[in-house]
Structures are given as C-alpha cells and as structure tokens.
C-alpha cells in the first residue's frame, strides 16, 4: 500500500494492488519526514482492466494515474484497489507521495480509540472494522459484549468507549434517528451503562419503553431491578400544589397553553404560597360566580332570594371577590381557570415529585411515564426544580453554607423535539436550554434524543457535545446533522443506507466522528414482540377460551347454537350468534376442531380426538 497522487495536510490517497480497503478501517502512513501518521479510510473504489482508471470519480484523477504509473501498477491490467484516507491530525506539511502504508497496531491505536478503561467508561459497542487490531488488544477490552447482526455474535472489534468523566468538559448527548434506525436501542444500551456506573438519572418516557426488568437473551443478558424505577404521573409521582411560588404556577400553566401578562397578574393576585389546590380554584371560581351575574350589586339582589345554605356559599363568594378580583379581568381569570382544571385532570396535584428525589439520592435510574402532554406538564415544573436542587447545593458548597447534599445526574428526553421545539417558546424549552448552557458547571447533564433534530431547539442542538446519528433519510435532518458535526459528504451519503444499530458518534472529546456498531442490549424492551406474532396469539387464546365454554356442548349444530347462547349468557358470558357460528368456522379451517356433514344433513362440528 503506498500513497498515490496529489496530496493534502487532511487526506491522501491510497493504492495497493494486494488488498482491498474497508470503510473506516485504520491505517498508518509512513511519511519520510514527518513520520508515521494515522489515518482513517473515508471511501473507497475497485478498478480491473474492464473499468477504465479515468471514469473514478473525483479522488482517482490524472495525478493519481501517473503515481500508480510511475509506481509500477499496470493500470491497463491489473486489479487496483484505491482509498481515500483523513488524517486523524492535521500534518505540517502535505504528505509525500510515494510513501508506505501499513495496518497500524493496538499500541499505536489505543490512545486514538480508548479514551478511557471499561470499567470507568460506557462501552456503548464496537468500533467497526478494527477486528484486526482486537486480535492484539489487550484482555481488559476483550469479550466485554455481544452484538446482533442476523444473530448474537461474539465481540470482534475494539470496544467503543465513551468516557463519563469527560463531560464536565464536554457535556451533554445528543441521539438522532429515524423510525426502525436503533436509536430507542442505542438509549437503551446508553442507560444500562449509566445504571451500571449508579449515576442518577430521569428519563421522560412518553412510550413506556424503558423497563429493564427483563433479561435479554445475549449471554451477557442480565435485570436491572434493584438499579430503576418506575414511576407513574398522577399514581406514585406529581406535584404537591403547597410547595409552588407564584412563578412555577405561572410556568405550569404556561405548559397548558401559554399566559398573557394579563394572566400572570391574576395568578400574583390570587395565589399565596402555601394554599393548596382546592383553596386556589375556590378564589378563581369565586371571582368568577360574582363577576358573570355582573358584579357585586346583582350578586347581592340574587343572595335574597337564595337558601340559607345557597347564602352560606355566596357570601363567602363575594368576600373574596371583594378581596381579590374586583379589578381582575374576568377573561384572563377564565383562562387561568381552564388552564388549572385541566393539570388537575392530569393528576398533577395528587402526589409530590418525594420519590424522585429520594431514588436520585440513591443513584437510581428514574423513568417517569405518562402521555406526551403530561409528561410536558410535569417536566416544567421537575426539571427546574431538580436543577435548583442541585445548583443550590453546589452554590452553597462553594460559599461554605451547609446544605443538603443533592447528587450530579443525567435528564433524558425521548422525543425531545416535544420538549424543546425550535421556533416555539415552552417553560420547559427555557429551563432545558439553561441547563444545556450552564449545567456542566453543577453536574446537570442532558440527553436528547429525537427521530427528527431539525425540529430541536438550535441553542440546545449547538451543546450537544457529543451526537450518536443513526440512520437519517430526511435531507432537512441530514443537513441539520452536517451544521453540528464533523461529517464529511461521504458518511452524510451514507446515513439514509446505514443498517439498524450502526451508528455515526461524533465526540467533541475524541475530535472525531466514530463508525460503532451498538452492542446488544442486556435488557428488553417491552416493545419487543411482533405484533403479528400477537395477532396469532390472540388469535390462538379466544380459541383456546371459547374451547373451554363449549366443551361440554360438543358436536355442536347449528340448529343448537341458540340454546348455547342462552346457556352461557346465564354463566355470565355473552355471545352474539353470528360472532359464535364464524369462530366455530374459524376453528374448523384451522384444524381445532373438526367439521363433518350431520346426519340429517347440515353441519356439526366436533372436538378433535386426542
């Protein structure tokens, strides 16, 4: 292998008549002056006597041509294989032409590839085409995974490793893909590792994906049930209404629909720190009762007329209409109101955010479950007051103050478009893109993953130090990737062909982009089965069910089914004619039961003989 052609202080080509090259592998330049340099392959062609050298494209120009000429390659007969390579440093001075090319070895490599060991970093997967580098590596980065390509496979390729130390430096993951890419895997398999490492984590799951209660079938496959929890909105977590200010009662209603100036002065006006939920809706529907009969005077001319009971209530109206909404517009207090009914729907207001906390404290990972719009609700208010947690704890520390001690720890957004849209202003957009701007500082880390980053809020996208990119097939999104990464054109032309599970991860901390395949996760997904393995499945339950009703009934016509009907329908199971006839049908043409012609005619049908 030798350098061939004009050449660069970034790339080179490379020609060898003896061996192919693959995408990404590695190799080391043996320059005269500057000595050996790395490099790593970013395209490559194959030429043979039928395919003419000067239809290659733009890296196989006349220059190259004359240097496999000049070299000794008979580039009218033989098969010549070319490469482009990048260095992994920028040289001083452009490479020499001519000089030697060889595979590099694991020394040479390591301090490149292993940033840190395995047991301090996340190993995440394996570096592709490095299998003839893992032969030489050490046993500390052998046999650490398996991963699944067509089947469970043995690790062959240096382990990738991303070093969790490293982002107090560069913080902050991004994970971008499409539907069926293996971005849910690739965050499955980023968790696992945080777990292993006890590093408290929240993850905002709108899917209810992420258990990891149940082994995988890897040999490697293992629960974590004793590392996470799972806590549902409404049922084991939420907001204890006493314990908001004015402002996250602003910042929650907000997440409903957004407030006028006008509205935030009705919530000023009416909340004191300390009411609960029930006192806060009794002011605003107070203000409102007295404010649509219009206004004191009539409110006043209709107590008159109202039971002592029905009195009782309105005075007590139309105190506190006098105390608190007699310049309040009544508009603005309708809106707050709407806003405030629906959180209350959500359950928002029947448990307190205690279990999370007390979980984080422990270092465990935290999956908070709900629908998409409850999981925006309630993240606006946890993730602010998670951060402050945390930020006052480090703050004081720093001061001297005693203070609880509140942990470092991870948030992770599924979805995260839905949490932080580019174009739109949300409170949990702000409090996500000041964690993403100054929470390095407090141990405060993110991870954003989403099926579509054009969609992501580019303050946020811009932090992202390091970004896992999957297989990606819309332009908008490929071009977004391309702005924040260091992807060159030809891996960008690859990220709508990737296969699933193979992905590019560009690390601000290595100074490169990686091509990893993710390893097999040591957990499933609850998501996990076909569901058309479910239809048949269901399929074969109602039959087996509907085998237990009627046993007793067999052979069974139907000139009898009405009387089955009824005789079921009194054991507290109900079939309509029809529905019972095409499942006994059903059974028949799939071989459960039998069908034989009756003995005066028509049809009966039989359980099978065992």
């Known amino acids: 292998m030798q350098v061939v052609g004009i050449t660069t202080q970034q790339e080179v080509t490379i020609g060898s008549k003896d061996r192919n090259f693959r995408i990404n592998e590695m190799l080391m330049i043996q320059d005269g002056v500057m000595g050996d340099l790395l490099a790593e392959v970013v395209e490559t062609k194959t030429f043979n006597r039928f395919i003419p050298l000067d239809i290659g494209g733009d890296f196989v120009d006349a220059s190259v041509l004359e240097s496999l000429k000049a070299m000794g390659y008979d580039v009218e007969d033989e098969t010549i294989y070319i490469a482009k390579a990048r260095l992994f440093e920028e040289a001083t001075y452009p490479v020499l032409t001519g000089s030697m090319v060889r595979t590099p070895n694991f020394d040479e490599i390591k301090k490149v590839l292993l940033q840190t060991k395995a047991e301090e970093g996340l190993v995440l997967g394996s570096i592709r085409n490095t299998d003839v580098i893992y032969k030489e590596a050490e046993e500390d980065y052998k046999n650490l995974f398996q991963s699944l390509e067509g089947g469970l496979k043995d690790q062959e390729d240096l382990p990738f490793i991303l070093d969790v130390r490293s982002m107090h430096q560069y913080p902050h993951i991004g994970i971008f893909g499409g539907s069926g890419s293996g971005k849910s895997f690739g965050l499955r398999v980023l968790l696992e590792e945080l777990m292993k490492k006890s590093i408290p984590t929240v993850v905002l799951d ?56 006008s509205m935030k002065n009705v919530v000023a006006a009416i909340y004191t720190k300390g009411n609960n939920y029930p006192s806060f809706l009794e002011r605003v529907d107070a203000i409102l009762a007295v404010g649509d009969k219009g206004g004191e005077k009539k409110f006043q001319a209709e107590m008159d007329y109202a039971s002592p009971d029905k009195q009782r209530i309105m005075d007590r109206q139309l105190k506190i209409f006098q105390d608190l909404g007699q310049n309040l517009p009544l508009e603005s207090v309708r809106g707050i109101s709407w806003r405030a009914a629906s959180l209350h729907r959500e359950g928002l207001f029947n448990k307190d955010i205690l279990p999370v906390t007390q979980n984080l404290l422990q270092g465990k990972l935290v999956v908070i479950q709900s629908s998409m719009r409850t999981l925006q609700m309630f993240s606006t208010y946890l993730v602010r007051t998670l951060y402050n947690k945390r930020r006052t704890y480090r703050d004081d520390h720093l001061r001297g103050i005693p203070s609880d001690y509140f942990p470092p720890f991870f948030i992770v957004n599924d979805e995260a478009h839905n949490f932080a849209p580019k174009g739109l202003d949300s409170p949990t957009k702000s409090a996500l893109r000041e964690i993403a701007q100054e929470g390095r500082k407090y141990g405060v880390f993110l991870v954003m993953a989403t099926q579509r980053p054009t969609l992501l809020d580019e303050t946020i996208t811009a932090q992202l130090n390091s970004k896992f990119i999957f297989r990606t097939v819309r332009a908008s999104d490929i071009d977004t990737i391309r702005e924040e990464t260091d992807l060159t054109g030809e891996e960008a032309h690859r990220l709508p062909y990737l296969r699933t599970g193979d992905v590019f991860i560009s690390s ?103």
Do not use: W
């Open 508 to 610: 601000a901390q290595v100074g490169r982009t990686t091509f990893v395949r993710i390893r097999c996760a040591e957990t499933t997904s609850p998501h996990s089965e076909n569901p058309f393995d479910e239809l048949v499945q269901q399929k074969e339950d109602h039959h087996q069910d509907l085998l237990r009703d009627l046993e007793k009934y067999f052979p069974i016509t139907d000139s009898k089914l009405l009387t089955i009907i009824k005789s079921l329908s009194k054991e507290g199971k109900d079939y309509s004619y029809e529905s019972l006839k095409a499942s006994l049908k059903s059974m028949a043409e799939e071989g459960v039961i039998e069908k034989k012609e009756g003995f005066i005619g028509g049809q009966e049908y039989h359980l099978k003989e065992k």
């Open 206 to 261: 709108p899917h209810y994906e992420m258990d990891f209660a149940n082994a995988s079938t890897s040999s490697f496959g293992k629960t974590y049930g004793d590392k996470f929890v799972k806590l549902q909105i409404g049922e084991e977590v939420g907001i204890k209404f006493e314990h908001l200010s004015v402002g996250d009662i602003n910042h929650l209603l907000g997440a409903v629909s957004p407030l006028t100036d």
